[in-house]
């Protein structure tokens, strides 16, 4: 430990030294001051008392003592005087100070030392009781509205005090909580939670169920700069645990997104070789046209339906003009065909739109994929309502495709986008991810509306094609 030789000019040079671990392990009020009168230290007893702590101070005592605490002061004696100290808690505090020098071990004046008797709070009357308590309560309700939980103990772990916050995350109240062991309050949550693990490794986060719910309570441990008190911080981490693992989700989406890139350019390539190896067979063996022809056909289906999937991570724009009715009676030969083999009635309602700029395959793949998916949601007898019209307020055209089949579960219908999620049983959880890259291309976009057991709404917005 460093000896000190000369006199006390600054906070430094009692840091680390006998004198900072005297005046910190005693019970008494104490400031250190130097010869020119400045306040260049302030035990952590006395800053306790006032309510505040040594971080707050950032070392600069002598600014702390003169800005925030002093209120009054006044000479009453020879080296006596009487200080009014402001506290945190709104009132200020009377204390008889006594200046003294402190020696060193050879005798020689290092500082001055002053010694705090506290007399009393500037309470004279009830009335001045009622405002200070007034003031106590507003600033000490603050921790009420705070949605992190607080619990302080003692030293054998007793429940001094818990906020609101706590007693909610917690499941109990104050009465049954109030000078009781933690462990046996919080033990009600969970049995694997365990104070002295928390204790030991400064945080820990349990998995907790209460009536059927399940949240995540994150507890750890506070510096309460008082080692008669351990405090506890509770926060219901649910939803950060939730959005941390749809980071992690989309993190392995983009991974296999990229994976799933790359084979697919490898299957195109191979299968645009293969292709051209059929065309140099076709015009060798020119009485087998028709069966080349269609090798060559299902080449170009196979290279279509890689490219199109390749929309899972990318996609590109297309300049074809597609008059929007037109495309869909078409495509409603193929849907129909499945739609009277299920016993589903489709009812149309097409108005007039604007054309729009898009890929015609790939205006296809939309409309099959939700169609496909409006089928195999109606168990039988059901109806799909298909309807086609312009918005010129929000400047979009409209599909609108609605059935009355299962629906979808409230928890999976913000799922549904997401690459690979599927709830059937057959499905690759690509269609809808797919659709929504291609609309997002062509800076369209897709909502769904849904209600288990009454049926579904899928909207489509389309940029219309400018003027």
């Known amino acids: 430990m460093e000896e000190m030789t000369k006199s006390i000019e600054n906070f430094e040079d009692i ?19 130097n010869f020119k009168n400045d306040v260049i230290y302030i035990n952590k ?33 020879k080296n006596i005087f009487e200080l009014n100290l402001n506290s945190k808690y709104g009132f200020d505090i009377k204390f008889k100070v006594i200046d003294n020098y402190l020696d060193d071990e050879n005798g020689n004046k290092i500082c001055i030392i ?13 009335y001045d009781v009622n405002i200070y308590l007034n003031t106590l309560y507003k600033r000490f309700r603050i921790v009420d509205l705070i949605d992190t939980g607080i619990i302080l103990l003692d030293k054998n772990k007793n429940i001094e005090y818990m906020n609101r916050a706590a007693l909610k995350l917690v499941r109990t109240n104050y009465s049954n909580s109030f000078k009781r062991n933690i462990n046996e309050i919080i033990k009600r949550l ?44 509770l926060k219901d981490v649910t939803e950060k645990i939730k959005l941390g693992e749809i980071i992690e989700q989309s993190e392995k989406y983009n991974l296999m997104g990229g994976l799933a890139a790359s084979l697919i350019h490898e299957i195109k390539n191979s299968i645009t070789s ?25 080449s170009d289906r196979i290279i279509d339906l890689t490219m199109s999937y390749l929309g899972v991570v990318k996609n590109s724009k297309s300049d074809d003009k597609i008059d929007l009715n037109d495309a869909i009676e078409k495509y ?27 890929d015609y395959n790939q205006l296809k793949q939309i409309l099959l994929n939700i169609f496909q998916n409006a089928l195999q949601a109606i168990d039988k007898d059901g109806k799909i309502y298909l309807t086609t019209r312009f918005n010129s307020y929000i400047n979009k055209v409209i599909i609108r495709i ?36 291609i609309l997002d291309t062509y800076g369209g976009n897709i909502k769904i509306l849904s209600k288990k057991g009454v049926g579904t709404i899928v909207k489509i917005y389309l940029q219309p094609l400018k003027d």
Not at 46 to 72: H, P, Q
Not at 334 to 347: F, G, M, N, T, Y
Not at 411 to 435: A, E, N, Q, R, Y
């Open 15 to 33: 840091e680390g030294s006998w004198l900072y671990d005297l005046v910190n392990s005693s019970h008494e009020f104490i400031i250190i001051k």
């Open 45 to 77: 007893f006395l800053l306790r008392f006032l309510g505040f702590y040594e971080d707050e101070v950032i070392n600069n005592y002598n600014s702390f003592f003169n800005n925030v605490l002093l209120c009054d002061a006044r000479k009453v004696g």
């Open 114 to 126: 002053e010694f705090l008797e506290f007399i009393k709070y500037t309470c004279k009357t009830t």
């Open 190 to 233: 969970d049995s694997n939670i365990d104070i002295d693990e928390i204790l030991n490794k400064g945080m820990m986060i349990y998995r907790v169920k209460d009536d059927g719910n399940e949240y995540h309570l994150s507890i750890e441990i506070a510096n309460t700069y008082d080692d008669s008190l351990q405090c506890l911080i």
């Open 274 to 298: 293969i292709k051209g190896f059929l065309q140099l067979m076709q015009m060798k063996y020119k009485d087998n046209h028709t069966y080349f022809e269609s090798m060559l056909n299902e």
């Open 332 to 358: 409603m030969l193929l849907i129909d065909a499945e739609a009277i083999q299920r016993h589903v009635k489709i009812i149309k309602d097409l108005n007039n739109t604007p054309l729009i700029k898009m």
């Open 402 to 437: 609605a059935d009355n089949g299962c629906g979808i579960d409230k928890k999976d219908l913000k799922k549904v986008m997401m690459p690979l999620f599927t709830t059937k049983k057959d499905g690759t959880g690509l269609g809808l991810s797919v659709c929504k890259n």
